[in-house]
């Protein structure tokens, strides 16, 4: 893809913008974790993508930087959508976007809940869905939830899960 968007973010980026392209009329561009925060101030700053709608995650569990983060974006002056993404390693903290965008904060704990993926910054950092004590993060692909459904229902409840 080479459009206005991404020569401007080219230009300001240089490498670490590492690729780009559209999908169903939505700029997706992958930046470098290295400046994800730097990009993300550029995003709602200089591009005015001032609503972060979702902040997520995807596991790929064979591939070295085993995380996609994916932040979706939309531009109330520009009524487009925008999509970056980053790839962070098992264990590599990623920058935390909630001095950005607000709306992060509880995303972001979500995706520490789940993917166990730590956000460097972030102002309460801890589980919200599941108990503290919970071991493993359930949206890894090579995550058994049978096994430790049953162990915590057995330690926690004090019954067999009857999974």
């Known amino acids: 893809m080479d459009n206005e968007l991404v020569k401007r973010y080219r230009a300001r980026f240089g490498e670490a913008l590492r ?5 169903r009329k939505q700029a997706i561009l992958v930046v470098s974790l290295e400046r994800l925060l730097e990009a993300a101030q550029f995003t709602r700053d200089d591009e005015q993508f001032d609503l972060l709608t979702d902040l997520t995650a995807v ?17 109330f002056p520009k009524q487009e959508r925008l999509r970056i993404k980053a790839q962070v390693g098992e264990g590599e903290p990623a920058p935390s ?3 950005i965008w607000p709306t992060s904060n509880w995303m972001e ?3 520490y809940d789940m993917f ?20 493993g993060f359930p949206l890894r692909k090579d995550y058994d939830i049978l096994q430790q459904d049953d162990a ?12």
């Open 97 to 99: 976007v909630a001095g």
């Open 109 to 111: 704990r979500e995706v």
């Open 152 to 163: 915590w229902v057995r330690e926690n409840l004090g019954i067999e899960s009857g999974q």
């Open 19 to 23: 690729e780009a392209w559209t999908d």
């Open 59 to 75: 596991d790929w569990p064979k591939r070295e930087k085993r995380f996609d983060l994916v932040l979706n974006l939309y531009s």
């Open 116 to 135: 166990g993926i730590v956000f460097s910054g972030h102002p309460n950092l801890k589980r919200l869905l599941l108990p503290e004590e919970w071991e």
